[in-house]
């Protein structure tokens, strides 16, 4: 019997058992053996950082071991209090100071930049595909970030926290920046080992992640920037420059920009006591039902994800109408206490254990946390209701589809909703499996098509877009399997299902 075996079975008999005891402590000896090994193969040049990843990894490791079942108890689980999240409106309504500036100056963008294109069939950093006027995610920021320091004479600068993953591609493209007015930092997440599912110990026998090694490592989820901007000392550097706040948000969020509103609240709140940390949420429709929400639990805010749900409660979990609100994963945190909470070791985040199964067929674990659950750990968090628009995140083409469409305008690196659609919402749209690929999406749209006036469109099978072609309303093509269709050009659809085989051939 394997021990992963024997330990879920003793951990699900209640009250901790001396045999409990005793096999989480041979697990733990299991583990410090084999990550021994691995450090001792570590060249001398690499040998700090990977004994900092690997005490890491041990600590969550030990929390692991530790945990039983859900981590919440969903009887003490309770919607936030009023005060707790406050409407963006209200925020907005206060106006802002004369002098922006100085308050700009205090504040620095920290952006997600581990995650690699692979969902969207691109190899290298997701944060090089090109979404708008050739233009990639990293070029976005960029831009943003310079118009902000041109338009008020500031000097706010852009982190990056990249993985083992995206650090290489990441750092040769950023010499295009050099004459941009924005100074880049760069410091990377940690490398964590996956560990088999059935023997719960690593599978690397070395410290090299490259070549047939790539799968033996793994960057743990974006709670793990706290500890690693700490690490890194560029914490330290900017605290030292007279920073105070980070505003961390995800490279592929279009929608997460420095918003000077948020900014002034943090910088001079109304009653004199300042936010630690602060989460924006939007208000949940049915497209976001696995999103994390905030709840109020022992008198702390804590922000609940699915996977923490017990199975009875997930329905409940989803609904509209009790948990409203769900993470943007737009954060804005205080440096100083980022510091405090990380030499106190006291940042407290729920693991998260992800399972995979790898080219071979293996099935590994990894040990994961997430970024926003540490606001319980922050002192006077708060939520900030904020507009659907903050929220733009490309996960695939079919939100690739909608951000390069005339849906929306592009001005200084930002997208904004055109004024010309009539309803704020974003339509609805599901590109088939034919269009994963974003090389097979971009051949498959002769151009962009007017989606202006569009509230759903769903494609599926061998399909293809000719110039100009307009979408109105509701519109479903499906091509069966074998059939091909190809809406001609200029053509314009509206509230219309197109199936069987459509082509034109050029005579």
């Not at 330990?7 to 989480?24: C, D, L």
């Not at 920037?225 to 560029?234: P, Q, R, T």
Request: hydrophobic content about 35%; some cysteine.
């Amino acid at each position: 019997m394997s021990f992963a075996k024997d330990f879920s079975k003793a951990m699900s008999q209640a009250g901790p058992s001396q045999f409990q005891e005793v096999i989480r402590q041979e697990l733990e000896y299991s583990m410090k053996v084999e990550l021994d090994k691995i450090l001792a193969t570590a060249p001398s040049n690499e040998l700090e950082h990977t004994k900092n990843d690997l005490e890491g990894f041990k600590k969550l490791f030990h929390r692991f071991l530790q945990e039983k079942g859900p981590s919440v108890d969903w009887g003490k689980i309770q919607r936030p209090p009023e005060d707790s999240i406050q409407p963006y409106e209200k925020i907005k309504a206060r106006g802002l100071p004369d002098n922006i500036a100085s308050v700009l100056n205090k504040l620095v963008v920290v952006k997600l930049n581990g995650g690699l294109g692979t969902s969207m069939g691109c190899k290298g950093p997701k944060s090089l595909i090109g979404v708008r006027n050739e233009n990639t995610f990293l070029d976005l920021t960029v831009q943003q970030i310079e118009h902000l320091n041109k338009t008020y004479n500031t000097d706010v600068p852009l982190v990056l926290m990249n993985s083992f993953n995206t650090d290489e591609d990441t750092k040769k493209i950023l010499q295009k920046y050099s004459h941009s007015r924005v100074k880049i930092y760069t410091f990377n997440q940690s490398r964590y080992p996956r560990i088999n599912k059935e023997t719960l110990l690593p599978i690397a026998k070395d410290v090299s992640y490259s070549g047939e090694n790539t799968e033996c490592w793994y960057p743990p989820g974006h709670g793990d920037i706290y500890a690693s901007f700490y690490n890194s000392g560029l914490l330290d550097n900017l605290i030292a420059e007279g920073k105070e706040y980070i505003f961390v948000s995800n490279i592929d969020n279009l929608g997460a920009t420095v918003d000077l509103y948020i900014l002034n609240h943090l910088m001079n709140p109304p009653n004199g006591k300042r936010c630690e940390f602060v989460m924006e949420v939007t208000n949940k429709t049915r497209a976001d039902v696995k999103g994390g929400t905030l709840t109020q639990y022992e008198n702390k805010l804590r922000l609940v994800e699915i996977a923490q749900v017990p199975k009875a409660h997930v329905d409940e979990f989803k609904s509209v109408s009790k948990f409203k609100i769900f993470n943007t994963n737009n954060l804005w945190i205080a440096l100083s206490a980022i510091k405090r909470l990380q030499e106190k070791n006291a940042i407290d985040m729920e693991i998260i254990v992800n399972p995979k199964t790898l080219d071979g067929g293996l099935n590994v674990i990894q040990l994961e946390t997430a970024v926003g659950a540490a606001i319980k750990s922050f002192e006077n968090s708060l939520g900030i209701n904020v507009p659907r628009s903050r929220f733009l995140p490309v996960k695939t083409t079919s939100d690739l589809l909608l951000v390069m469409s005339n849906l929306y305008s592009l001005n200084a690196g930002s997208l904004t909703m055109s004024e010309k659609r009539e309803f704020p919402t974003v339509p609805l749209v599901k590109l088939g499996s034919s269009f994963t690929k974003v090389q097979d999406y971009l051949r498959r749209f002769e151009s962009i098509p007017d989606m202006l006036e569009l509230d759903h469109l769903t494609v599926s099978g061998d399909v293809t877009f000719g110039k100009n072609v307009s979408l109105k309303g509701t519109v479903i093509i499906i091509a069966n399997h074998g059939d091909r269709i190809d809406i001609p050009a200029g053509a314009v659809l509206e509230n219309k299902i197109v199936s069987g085989n459509l082509r034109i051939l050029d005579h």
